[in-house]
């Protein structure tokens, strides 16, 4: 039980997937114009990266490594996710449209997020078992949420701060990042 | 209408930088810009990756069907990416140990998409291996500008090593190296003051574009340069975007005087 409150409070804080790993950076910088909009993104994201943690899990233990096909592990999983992608679309198109209708959206940008094959890779090298995967996969993405939802915050006050004409758009919104990264690189003297 | 290769790879290389342009592949230029020999590892990678995938995506752009063309995409494009993972891991063990998960992670690149999706997928093969070189290079090109600025700020040497030493110094030792440009938090700055840089450096080519094809125009409309030299010397110089405005406001009084 410890270990999985250290994975925990590590993935989320201390080794935060945006502002110390760099993983999914263009999402976060794409898509937290709006508290909302994060929300949506961070919730989409929590979902599939939770399940697909699992899943790939289980294909590399189960399948690959049975057969001896460790190597096409990047070629598995980023299938592996897109189908997954696919198949919650329309699962929740089906059975749970109220939420569909609120992630619909943001779902097929998933696939190409580097978070989510970030997570199952990770999982991989560090040989995780099964119930640390999923958990890692869970809180990971609950800190990519926070990391997005944080910035939204901050972006909505941007829009009424002047940058100089050269820093308007993209560097004031990486210039920002930078100052909230160093506030999370606090966390990184408790390394365990 | 084809493209010319000259302006594929100028605008790869220059005005369509996929990194400090396009503002793609965030990722990798955040955290593998730690050391120029990082830098230039994953800008070669990328590279590879995107010459063989654009080539072979536009050997099949014909087969591929419309609907399924992005899986189809990523499964070639992964391909490639995990037999440059193998090759690095086998020649160059130090590499791959500090680039880590971003090796694989050139899958979810958003250029090698990008290019696949705006390029390949409409580009006879031979153009879009030489896009992909192009592209290739100009992302090389910014991960080297990034990672030099964050190396020499942060530790005040220049192509360290994979594994962090032999660096060459460069800066003496009065500098005292400020670590927190390797940080995380020294990528977001640095990439962030580069790309303002970048979008100043637009900024004033696409005024200077403008004002030479005015003054060009006012030559063309019966003007005669000793009124532009006038013209230009009750201006201040540098401020071009005044003069622009002001041009474009006389223009047509001074026409209709002569008139």
């Known amino acids: 039980m410890g270990n999985i409150l250290l994975i925990m409070f590590s993935a989320i804080l201390v080794e935060n997937?945006?502002?110390?790993?760099?993983?999914?950076?263009?999402?976060?910088?794409?898509?937290?114009?709006?508290?909302?909009?994060?929300?949506?993104?961070?919730?989409?994201?929590?979902?599939?990266?939770?399940i697909s943690s699992a899943v790939t899990w289980a294909i590399y233990h189960l399948v690959l490594e049975k057969l001896g096909l460790e190597y096409l592990k990047t070629v598995a999983f980023i299938l592996v996710i897109a189908a997954l992608v696919q198949f919650i679309e329309m699962f929740l198109r089906k059975f749970v449209p109220a939420l569909y209708s609120s992630l619909g959206i943001y779902?097929?940008?998933?696939?190409?997020?580097?978070?989510?094959?970030?997570?199952?890779?990770?999982?991989?090298?560090?040989?995780?078992?099964?119930?640390?995967?999923?958990?890692?996969?869970?809180?990971?993405?609950?800190?990519?949420?926070?990391?997005?939802?944080?910035?939204?915050?901050?972006?909505?006050?941007?829009?009424?701060?002047?940058?100089?004409?050269?820093?308007?758009?993209?560097?004031?919104?990486?210039?920002?990042?930078?100052?909230?990264?160093?506030?999370?690189?606090?966390?990184?003297?408790?390394?365990? | 209408?084809?493209?010319?290769?000259?302006?594929?790879?100028?605008?790869?290389?220059?005005?369509?930088?996929?990194?400090?342009?396009?503002?793609?592949?965030?990722?990798?230029t955040l955290a593998t810009t730690t050391s120029v020999t990082n830098a230039i590892g994953m800008g070669l990678s990328t590279t590879v990756v995107l010459i063989?995938?654009?080539f072979l995506i536009s050997l099949l752009r014909k087969i591929i069907p419309k609907q399924v063309r992005i899986a189809a995409y990523i499964?070639?494009?992964?391909?490639?990416?995990?037999?440059?993972?193998?090759?690095?891991?086998?020649?160059?063990?130090?590499?791959?140990?500090?680039?880590?998960?971003f090796i694989p992670l050139i899958v979810v690149n958003c250029i090698i998409l990008a290019r696949a999706e705006a390029f390949a997928s409409k580009n006879d093969p031979v153009r879009s291996a030489c896009d992909g070189i192009a592209t290739g290079l100009g992302f090389t090109i910014a991960l080297i500008i990034?990672?030099?600025?964050?190396?020499?700020?942060?530790?005040?040497?220049?192509?360290?090593?994979a594994d962090g030493t032999g660096g060459i110094q460069i800066l003496g030792d009065w500098y005292s190296p400020a670590t927190i440009f390797l940080m995380p938090t020294g990528a977001f700055l640095t990439l962030g003051f580069v790309i303002a840089l970048v979008q100043k450096?637009?900024?004033?080519?696409?005024?200077?574009?403008?004002?030479?094809?005015?003054?060009?125009?006012?030559?063309?409309?019966?003007?005669?340069?000793?009124?532009?030299?006038?013209?230009?010397?009750?201006?201040?110089?540098?401020?071009?975007?005044?003069?622009?405005?002001?041009a474009a406001d006389k223009y047509p009084e001074q026409k209709g005087e002569e008139k």
């Open chain 1, 107 to 192: 779902l097929p940008l998933i696939t190409t997020n580097c978070a989510v094959l970030g997570a199952a890779l990770v999982n991989i090298e560090t040989g995780r078992s099964f119930i640390e995967a999923t958990v890692f996969g869970f809180s990971a993405a609950l800190g990519f949420t926070m990391a997005i939802l944080i910035f939204a915050g901050v972006r909505e006050r941007l829009n009424f701060a002047e940058p100089p004409k050269s820093f308007k758009g993209f560097p004031i919104l990486l210039i920002s990042a930078g100052l909230a990264a160093m506030a999370f690189s606090g966390f990184s003297g408790m390394r365990f």
């Open chain 2, 201 to 246: 450096i637009r900024n004033t080519v696409a005024e200077q574009t403008r004002l030479k094809e005015l003054l060009d125009d006012a030559v063309k409309h019966g003007y005669t340069s000793e009124y532009l030299e006038r013209y230009k010397k009750k201006k201040n110089k540098n401020k071009v975007s005044t003069e622009i405005v002001d």
């Open chain 2, 1 to 28: 209408m084809k493209k010319s290769f000259k302006d594929i790879f100028k605008e790869g290389i220059l005005t369509n930088n996929p990194t400090f342009v396009q503002l793609l592949g965030m990722c990798p």
């Open chain 2, 146 to 161: 990034v990672a030099t600025i964050r190396e020499l700020l942060g530790s005040g040497m220049l192509f360290a090593g």
């Open chain 1, 17 to 50: 997937f945006i502002f110390s790993r760099f993983y999914g950076c263009c999402p976060f910088l794409g898509v937290s114009n709006k508290p909302s909009t994060a929300l949506g993104m961070g919730m989409a994201v929590t979902f599939v990266m939770t």
């Open chain 2, 75 to 101: 499964v070639i494009i992964s391909g490639f990416v995990t037999a440059v993972e193998l090759l690095i891991k086998a020649y160059l063990p130090a590499l791959n140990a500090s680039l880590g998960l």
């Open chain 2, 52 to 54: 063989f995938s654009n």
